[in-house]
């Protein structure tokens, strides 16, 4: 199956400065082999790095309007009924957020709320990023709610198979809804306080969402590449891990993407020729590999070396870069395409501190099936779980058009929610089917909303792309990646992102009926 890990690190650190070093990557729902999760993780530990940084340099305007103090936003936790949809049902857990007033004007200022994913949030969610700068600007209260089943939000017995019911977006949704009457009693809100949520990827889904099931409560909803649209065979996520290959703008090529594609088509020919030990050796596996399982395993950690480029272009510096892709793919003195593919996964391990990569089809299925809870990094037996019991989302390559390995198919993985959870293969597809029946797919018919995404980013293919209306917008953002928006803004951002910044914050302030106290 497609793994997941989410780890911390540091050593002989305080539990606070430990949470904050696993600040969740805004959203990133792809299921991802065991290399996608481990880029993943780095690009936390970078986003991390970045918003320490920028919390820093940024000190002086956290300090609350007329006070010479600076209060560090506390963990807390809100008793969230277990099941809202039947209060016979009496069980509860405990929800984490956090509140930062320091930029909050009680006098009609709005509040923004920042929903979490598959993945624990931290401090930092309130005092980094791009709804903090707009928060500074509009006066805003920032308040981040950590999605239940996730971090630190979870019972003890949360992951076995008879709790997991519990975890669905709609129960996610009625949780904002009682943390909304909870915060506009606690801060004495009234209709004056217009609330704004903001997410990235599946959590820009929940904004969307929660805005189009909660008008009532939300005056308006930022969705930052959000896969809005359910879909159980996800092959448009490699079509535009295709195009983005052969995308100059972040140095792609025709070539480079003939050249992955010949590459991968090499790398079949090995597994259908039963050459096991030939790619034990060149992709420096940690266990032979055993059977048709392992070689699924092997074929998806590669394809995530560059599916993970893609996605997270730009986000680790120039080393893991498209360009940098595409540069030890067009490398003729490195060899034939294959002989480049085991350049570019050797210089993947190193950057990585790896010594081999884990192609065991078996510990990846008893990773899945583990009950133990993690208050920390991904979740990866609960996000698995929502892709079969609401999403799909299953990144295959199965047709012409994908440079990447056949051996990624929907049937590998949609086999795992038979084999973990007893979901089968017709209540994944119907499952996919309420969703989008309940949501609205990507044409929500709802008002308010702004869609943000990047054209290299696959998940775009799933969110909506276009105005639907004169207040549900749309705007992609040209050579940009998966949730770029949402960083904190540095100096070598190009122009297109700087622009579509400038183009959000005039955007809320028009919702608000408000100028913004610094602006860009």
């Known amino acids: 199956p497609r793994d ?181 009693q606690r801060y004495k809100l009234t209709k004056l306080n217009k609330w704004i949520c903001f997410g990235g990827s599946y959590p820009g889904s929940l904004s969307a969402w929660f805005r189009l099931k909660f008008p009532h409560l939300v005056h308006a909803a930022v969705a930052s590449s959000a896969p809005v649209r359910a879909q159980l065979d996800f092959t448009a996520y490699n079509k535009v891990v295709s195009r983005s290959l052969s995308n100059p703008v972040v140095g792609g090529s025709s070539e480079c993407r003939a050249s992955v594609g010949a590459a991968f088509a090499a790398v079949d020919g090995l597994l259908a020729r039963g050459a096991a030990a030939a790619l034990e050796r060149d992709f420096r596996s940690c266990r032979p590999l055993n059977g048709s399982g392992d070689y699924g395993e092997l074929a998806g950690n590669l394809a995530d070396v560059v599916m993970g480029t893609v996605q997270y272009n730009r986000e680790l510096g120039n080393a893991d870069t498209i360009a940098n892709l595409c540069r030890t793919m067009g490398n003729a003195r490195l060899g034939p395409p294959y002989r480049r593919l085991v350049a570019l996964h050797a210089d993947y391990l190193e950057r990585m501190f790896l010594n081999c990569t884990d192609n065991s089809h078996q510990r990846a299925l008893e990773e899945l099936r583990s009950e133990v809870v993690k208050p920390y990094g991904v979740g990866e037996r609960q996000w698995y779980y929502q892709t079969c019991a609401e999403f799909g989302y299953y990144q295959t390559c199965e047709d012409e058009g994908c440079p990447l390995s056949r051996w990624l198919t929907l049937r590998s993985q949609v086999d795992v929610c038979a084999q973990v959870f007893g979901i089968d293969a017709s209540s994944v597809q119907e499952a996919v089917n309420f969703t989008n029946d309940y949501y609205g797919a990507d044409s929500p018919k709802s008002s308010r909303i702004f869609f943000v995404n990047g054209d290299i980013d696959p998940w775009h293919a799933l969110s909506v792309l276009r105005n639907q209306s004169r207040s549900e917008l749309a705007l992609v953002i040209n050579g940009t990646a998966h949730c770029a928006n949402m960083n904190p803004p540095e100096t070598g951002d190009p122009p297109s992102l700087r622009h579509a910044r400038q183009i959000i914050q005039d955007q809320i302030g028009e919702w608000l009926s408000r100028s913004p106290l610094y602006p860009l």
């Not at 969230?80 to 009609?108: C, S």
């Open 4 to 184: 997941v890990t989410g780890r911390g690190c540091g050593a002989a650190m305080e539990p606070l400065v430990v949470a904050m070093l696993l600040l969740v990557v805004p959203g990133h729902p792809a299921l991802g082999g065991r290399n996608m999760w481990l880029i993943k993780e780095k690009v936390l530990q970078a986003r991390e790095q970045r918003a320490r940084d920028y919390v820093q340099g940024q000190r002086w305007s956290l300090t609350a309007v007329g006070s010479g103090q600076h209060l560090e936003p506390q963990e807390e936790f809100f008793p969230q009924p277990l099941d809202h949809f039947n209060r016979q049902n009496n069980a509860t857990y405990k929800q984490r957020y956090w509140v930062n007033t320091e930029l909050w004007e009680p006098d009609g200022g709005p509040v923004f709320l920042y929903i979490g994913g598959e993945g624990a949030l931290t401090t930092y969610s309130v005092l980094a990023g791009e709804h903090v700068d707009l928060a500074r600007k509009y006066r805003a209260l920032l308040v981040a709610v950590e999605h239940r089943y996730y971090g630190a939000s979870i019972n003890p017995d949360g992951l076995n198979d008879h709790n997991l019911h519990f975890l669905s977006s709609q129960q996610a949704l009625a949780d904002l809804a009682t943390i909304h009457a909870f915060i506009s």
